[in-house]
Every structure is written in C-alpha cells, then in structure tokens.
C-alpha cells in the first residue's frame, strides 16, 4: 500500500499491515511494539484484545512529519 492509496481509504484505522507497508517493515514489529512500547510508535495506536489498530489520519500526519 502507499501513502497515496492509505489517503484514499474511507475508514478510520488501519491495520499493522497496512501500516508496515508504508514503513517498509514487518507488521509484527508494530504489534509487538503497540503492546510493549507504544510511546516509542511516534503514532497511536489502539489494542483490543489480540488486535492492533491504527487511527489512520493521525499515522498520515506522522508519516508526513506534521
């Protein structure tokens, strides 16, 4: 997925997936980092049980540096 794609969704979070796309990694970094670190993200993030989800407008505005 790109930056340009993620814009265009109509929802309002993202998954770890859709997310590691973007930062060229793998999504498990974000789900391990969500439960243990998720101050160190630089982008919020919501758990809810086994699932980690991604405000997606406040992710677009860290990977844009605002």
């Known amino acids: ?3 340009a794609e993620l814009k265009e969704l ?3 979070v993202i998954t770890p997936a859709q997310a590691a796309g973007i930062l060229k990694c793998d999504p498990h970094y974000i789900r391990v980092a969500a439960r243990q670190c998720p101050e160190q993200l630089g982008f919020p993030v ?3 049980g ?3 989800k991604i405000p997606r407008i406040p ?3 860290y ?3 605002q």
């Open 1 to 3: 997925m790109t930056l």
């Open 10 to 12: 109509d929802r309002d």
């Open 46 to 48: 919501t758990i809810l």
């Open 50 to 52: 086994s699932r980690t």
């Open 59 to 61: 992710f677009i505005r």
């Open 63 to 65: 990977i844009e540096g």
